[in-house]
C-alpha cells in the first residue's frame, strides 16, 4: 500500500518550527513511521539537500497534491488528505489549490538558476503555470483560503530559525539577499570597460565645436596649490612695492609677505622725525615707542611665554644694557626700564657725565624706580656669560665716542662675553661695526646697514602716513598686525 504512493507530489506542514516543505515522496517506512521526499523544497526555496526524512511526530498536516498516474485524487485535494498513521489532517474551510503537474515541476526546477534569482518563489512558479500574478494568493499552500477562519497567522520564531530576515513572506520580500549575492561583483573588470582617452576626446571636441574653455584631460590639468592664508577667489594683482621713496638709500629689503621697504639716506630720515616732532610725535612719544617695541623683540628673544612664567621664577633672564650719552642711549634706557618691569634682570651701564640730555635724565628717574641695578663701570659688570647684551653705544652724529676709553672698555666686555647682541638703532658708518650684532632694530624706515649688523628688523614707531608724504614718501604700512617684522636683503 506505501508503495502506490512513491512519486507523489505532497506537501507537510510541520509547524511553526519546521515550516512547509513540498516534493516527490521517495520512500515510506510503516516500521520507523518515517517519510522521505527527494527534490524537495522548504517555505518555497530549494533545499539543498536532495532528500528529507520525517518522523510522524513531526508532522502536523500533510496534502497530496498529485499522483502519478494523473491528477489529484478524488475527495482529497478539496477536503484534506489522510496522514500516515491515521492521523486526520483535514482542515474546515479548505479550498481548491492549483498544484504543477511534472514537466511544470521541472520549470520550476530551471527557474532557480542565478539569472532568475532575484524573483520570488511564486512569481517563478506563475510564470512556469503561465498564470497572471493574480493568481498568486491561491498557489500558496500557505493561504488564509488553506486554513481554518479560527486559525490565526503563525508568528515566526526568530531565535529558531536564524532570524527574521530568512523567514519573511516570499510574496512580499522575495528571496533572502545573503542567498542571491552569491557573486561578488567585478569592479576591476568594468572599470576597464570605461575608455577614459575616448570620452574625454569626445568632450574635448563637443567644447572646441560649441566655444567653450576645454578642461583639458586629467594628465594636462596642474591644480593649483593653496596655502591656508590665500584667497582662493581672483583679486586685484597685488602690488609689493607699496613704499616710494624720492630717493633711494642704497639698499632694498622685503618682508615675510614679499613687500618691497626701500633704506633712505640718515639725511632724510632725520628730516622725517623732525616733521613728526613739529606735529606733536615728540622725543619723548618716540623714546617711549621704541623702548616697548624693542623690550617686546628682547623678551621674544629671552624665549618668550616658554621661559618667562610663574613656575620659572628661579631663572630670571639677565640682560646687559650698554648705552652712550645721547638719544640713542635714552632709547635703551627705556628698553631696559620696561624689560625690568617683566621681571628681568637689568645691568644697566653708562659712564658718567657732568652733563647730560635732559631725556637721558628723565629716563634714568623712571629707571631707578623698577629696581634694576645701574653701573658706570665696566668692571662692576659681570663676568659670566648673560642672556643677552643690548648695545645702544653708537651715535649717528658723534663718531669721536669710539676714541674713548669707556667705549673701547664696554665693546671688549661685550664682545669676550659671548652672549648675543640686539643693536637698537645703529648708525650707518663707513667704519666696521664695534660690537658684532646678531640683530639690529631700525625705527619707521630701515637705513643702509652693513653687513655686521645681523638681521635687520624694523619697528613701527608711530609716525602718521601724511607725515611721511610731507617729505616726499608714498607709504603704506609693511607691518600688518605687528609692530616689530623681520626684513631680509632684496
Known sequence: ??????????????????GVYQGKVSSVDQGSQTISLRQPFHNGMKCPVPEVTFSAMDIKELKILEIPGGGAPAGQTDSGSTAHNGRSTKGPGSAPMAVPRKGELRAQEELLSPQQCSKSYGDRHLEALGLAKGFRRRHNSW???????????????????????????DECFGDPLEEILDTDFDFEGNLALFDKAAVFSEIETSEKRSGARSRGTPSERTPARYRHDENILEAEPIVY?????????????CTDAGLVVPSISYELHKKLLCV?????????????????????????LLGGPNRLTPKNVHQRPTVALLCGPHVQGAQGISCGRHLANHEVHVILFLPNFVKMLESITNELMLFSKTGGKQVSSVKDLPDSPVDLVINCLDCHENAFLQDQAWYRAAVDWANQNRAPVLSIDPPVSTREQAVDAKWSLCLGLPLPLAE?????????????????????????????????????SA
Not at 500500500?1 to 519546521?18: F, K, Q, R, Y
Not at 615728540?282 to 624693542?294: D, F, I, K, N
Not at 628688523?457 to 598686525?481: K, M, T
Open 1 to 18: 500500500m506505501a508503495a502506490d504512493w512513491l512519486g507523489s507530489l505532497v506537501s507537510i506542514n510541520c509547524g511553526e518550527t519546521l
Open 276 to 300: 613728526a616732532e613739529r606735529h606733536g610725535l615728540t622725543l619723548e612719544r618716540r623714546l617711549e615707542m621704541a623702548g616697548v617695541c624693542s623690550s617686546q623683540m628682547a623678551l621674544t
Open 452 to 488: 655686521s649688523a645681523g638681521r635687520v628688523y624694523l619697528c613701527d614707531i608711530g609716525i602718521p602716513r601724511h607725515i611721511f608724504q610731507e617729505v616726499g614718501i608714498n607709504y603704506h604700512s609693511p607691518f600688518g598686525c605687528k609692530f616689530s617684522i623681520p626684513l631680509h
Open 143 to 169: 493561504s488564509s483560503s488553506s486554513r481554518g477562519n479560527n486559525q490565526t497567522t503563525p508568528k515566526k520564531n526568530g531565535m529558531k530559525n536564524g532570524g527574521g530576515l530568512k523567514n519573511k513572506d
Open 241 to 253: 612695492r607699496q613704499i616710494m621713496v624720492p630717493q633711494s638709500g642704497g639698499k632694498e629689503y
